[in-house]
């Protein structure tokens, strides 16, 4: 890509509204090192050296919109507790509102707290509930929607099997999207995995993929098209975007394109997931074509992977990916 058509992409993402709704989470990190096992039991003991709360989920994709210059409106529910109260305040820190989020007293707000060791991860701690939001939750979500989408480019729905993202939410917030000409691209997990029928893009990877078809699925060209022929013949998507771990990303329409992984070092592939339909979302909001969308996610991706813990994408580093690889 010549330099003055990225940077005329690049000062577009300014213009472009875009909204993210599902399951919001809070991701805590606490680092150390391990020196001895415990007497009471045989595990590791980590001496703590710091600890880091990030966005994650849902916030994570609007960070990483945010990020990369666009303005994102998260929509959601957390808890009212202490985690809830973290988590709106890095939202704040982001410059992005939590004005869209629906607080239920009877529910945590979810976090997962990582324990790391030398940058390995040594366990993880969950506090969530997987029940689906009441329907108080739910309308207020929908009247959101329906406040701002005139006014929207694109509608990321970010789901991870939290409740939020039910079949009649989904159903109803892609009538609505629809209604607009609003496209709708979805990041799924496998409860609802067949409830985004009418969506724009469908992001799965490689194992959720494989569970929802129920096989077993090798990491080739040749079994991936087959696979996201078999999925594109139960959910009518305009577009299929499979995220293929070390080998890259595959886009299914009316053609298959493979796209390679880029090379970098790795050093831990935590919310690479949410980066790339966080700026899937962003390229297709500019009016790029998928494929070009998902080249540039795919550079996304590899910059946030190098490093540690779930971070949002550079916009600068992003840019410099994208003026190196894109041809």
């Not at 005329?8 to 991701?27: Q, Y």
């Not at 001496?47 to 609007?62: K, P």
């Not at 996201?228 to 053609?255: A, F, M, P, Q």
């Not at 946030?304 to 916009?315: F, H, L």
């Amino acid at each position: 890509m010549e330099t003055e058509a990225l940077d005329k992409l690049f000062d577009s993402f300014r213009h472009i509204r875009i909204a993210v709704i599902g399951d919001i989470m809070l991701d805590r990190y606490i680092f150390g090192h391990v020196s001895r096992i415990s007497p009471e039991y045989p595990v590791p003991v980590v001496d703590v050296t710091r600890e880091t709360v990030r966005l994650g989920g849902a916030a994570n994709v609007a960070v990483n919109i945010r990020s990369a210059g666009a303005e994102a409106l998260l929509i959601g529910v957390t808890g009212n507790d202490d985690n809830s109260r973290s988590l709106r305040e890095l939202l704040d820190s982001r410059g992005l509102t939590s004005e869209h989020l629906y607080s239920d007293p009877l529910r945590p707000t979810t976090c997962k707290t990582r324990i790391l060791s030398q940058n390995h991860h040594i366990a993880r701690v969950d506090y969530e509930k997987r029940d689906p939001i009441p329907a108080e939750a739910a309308a207020f979500i929908s009247e959101r929607l329906s406040a701002l989408i005139g006014s929207l480019d694109a509608v990321v729905l970010q789901d991870y099997n939290k409740g939020v993202l039910t079949p009649p939410l989904i159903e109803a917030i892609i009538e609505k999207a629809s209604a607009f000409g609003v496209p709708v691209l979805v990041d799924p997990k496998q409860e609802s995995f067949f409830s985004y029928s009418g969506c724009t893009v469908f992001k799965p990877n490689l194992s959720e993929i494989a569970r929802a078809l129920g096989t077993v699925l090798k990491n080739n060209d040749r079994d991936i098209e087959a696979a996201c022929l078999e999925l594109k013949g139960k959910l009518d998507c305009e577009h299929l975007v499979l995220t293929r771990s070390e080998k890259g990303l595959t886009v299914c329409n009316d053609r298959f394109t493979h796209i390679p992984a880029t090379s970098l070092e790795v050093a831990d592939v935590s919310g690479a997931g949410d980066t790339v339909i966080g700026i899937l979302a962003l390229g297709i909001a500019a009016g790029l074509d998928v494929e070009t969308s998902s080249r540039i996610a795919n550079l996304a991706a590899a910059t946030v992977c190098q490093e540690v813990g779930a971070a949002p994408v550079d916009r600068n580093r992003l840019y410099a990916a994208c003026r190196d690889h894109l041809r």
